[in-house]
């Protein structure tokens, strides 16, 4: 074969293996961009929930361990766990207590509306001793000071308890509420003793921000709220 018509074929050829190159490292960028923008979505969405979360629930994974001290969104539960999620709730507006439903405290796992968060899990003995627990529940972030309005019911194995942060007047707690806030970071404490084996207690915490609450101003609009409860044994028999 002429040389010359070598030289081109080797040259179409290489041109080729250049185009090929070219396209393979182009498919191999997007993929590259494609991975980071997934990890960056998962990662904000992560770091949004962290921060400006709704609810968060947990017990000493230690406890859970060696106690079997564990949560479940349901009376039966297949596997030990230490942290459950309520959903949430984006641009929650205020509405009155009152206007809660009545069966709120009678369905399990999230079952949040428009404007409030509802949350019911169980706390399971699932260990062989008897413990004594203490459960706190805090807060962890808040912006625009929105906690000023928001109440928080808390329903333990049916009993309800509203909380609601003190007056900003310094007046004591609302007329709404039971009892309020413990502190500027903490909501209330709860504890149990004498739970045996098997035992189970239920709870339903449901927020909400109340409109007949002084505090309820345009001024706390975009606020937000990021609770936690947590559970841990103090004693073991």
Known sequence: MDKKVIDVLELRRTAKEVKRHVILMRILALLVIILVLIIAIAYAISYFYDKFGSFTVKVSKYDMVHQGLTLSETPDY???????NANIVYDMTNISGNDLPDNI???????????????????????????????????????????????????????KTVYGKTKSNGGGKESDCDSEFLSSSLVMRTSTEGF??????????????????????????????????????TEST
């Open 78 to 84: 297949d596997k030990a766990t230490a942290v459950l």
């Open 196 to 233: 045996e084996s098997n035992n189970k207690d239920k709870y339903t915490v449901v927020i909400w921000l109340e409109g007949n609450d002084p505090d309820c101003l345009d001024d706390i609009i975009g606020g937000t709220l990021k609770l936690s409860m947590n559970f841990k044994i």
């Open 105 to 159: 405290d009678k369905i399990n796992g999230s079952h949040n509306g428009p404007n409030y968060i509802a949350y019911t899990f169980y706390l399971i003995n699932s260990g062989d001793d008897t413990l004594t627990y203490t459960g706190e529940m805090s807060i962890e972030n808040v912006t625009k000071n929105v906690d000023e309005a928001i109440r928080v019911a808390v329903y333990k194995n049916g009993e």
